[in-house]
């Protein structure tokens, strides 16, 4: 056991596991500095663009579309709220296809309780999964609020424009649908119901940083490359990221103050 990843004398054979918010990216890759050159990263984080930065790094990169209803409040305290599959962890590689390192990745996962596919076009479902996640911004901000709010559908709506326009490839919903099926049973803990999801979490410990610029962010981004406004995801980035920054609790705005902040007639 060391303190620190850079501690570690990482060989040939090793495989790093990187499941840190997309923020905290760059930091990690610099403690993996004395890595092989041809270190295998698995990306078992939110966003698309965490493959990206390691392929500048190493040409070995594997994602994964992290589907795991859990909660990390506590430091080394970690509560996995479904059962008895604790969640879907695909694998393949980056920008796509497979190789033998994913079915041994695969099946380890497996062997942990979860369950795990390899899946050669898995970043169509890592695409899929950030259109989800536009929502984390919201549910940070205004609490448990469904995803039918006109908020998240507006937010959605302007995703699938902009990802239309780029020529992104993404798993619909349909697909996504069928890879869950029913093996996520999401199930109380000491009697408790699951609080909230990861953007929800990184507020309620006040860690300072969130990972709206990732999610959010990435639809603004592609927006602006592609001449489509996105003032739905942008409002939703900037308060994210300005609750983070002032260690605001979750749930302390409504969706109403939220919507009040557009340009009239964005909804």
Request: charged share 20%; hydrophobic share 40%; with cysteine.
């Amino acid at each position: 056991m060391v303190a620190h990843v850079g501690e570690l004398e990482l060989g040939d054979d090793d495989v790093v596991l990187l499941a840190v918010k997309g923020q905290d990216t760059p930091a990690a890759l610099a403690s993996l500095a004395g890595a092989p050159a041809d270190v295998a990263v698995v990306c078992l984080q939110n966003g698309v663009d965490n493959e990206r930065l390691l392929l500048r790094r190493t040409p070995r990169v594997y994602a994964v579309p992290v589907m795991l209803p859990a909660t990390h409040l506590v430091p080394g305290v970690v509560d996995a709220s479904s059962a008895p599959t604790t969640g879907i962890l695909d694998v393949g590689r980056y920008p796509e296809g497979e190789d033998e390192l994913c079915h041994a990745i695969s099946a380890a996962f497996g062997r942990s309780g979860f369950s795990s596919e390899v899946n050669p076009t898995v970043m169509r479902f890592k695409w899929s999964k950030l259109l989800m996640n536009l929502g984390n911004a919201l549910e940070a901000a205004c609490g448990p609020v469904g995803r039918g709010d006109p908020l998240y559908r507006a937010a959605r709506a302007e995703a699938d424009a902009v990802l239309s326009a780029a020529g992104v490839d993404v798993a619909s919903d349909d697909e996504d649908a069928a890879r869950r099926g029913d093996l996520i049973s999401i199930k109380p803990i000491a009697g408790e119901r699951r609080g909230g999801g990861s953007s929800w979490q990184s507020l309620a410990r006040g860690t300072g940083s969130i990972e709206a610029d990732l999610l959010n962010g990435e639809i603004v981004l592609l927006g602006r490359l592609h001449g489509i406004p996105t003032p739905v995801n942008e409002l939703l980035q900037r308060t994210a990221n300005d609750l983070a920054r002032r260690a605001a609790r979750p749930g302390s705005m409504t969706s109403d103050e939220l919507a009040a902040q557009l340009p009239p007639g964005t909804l």
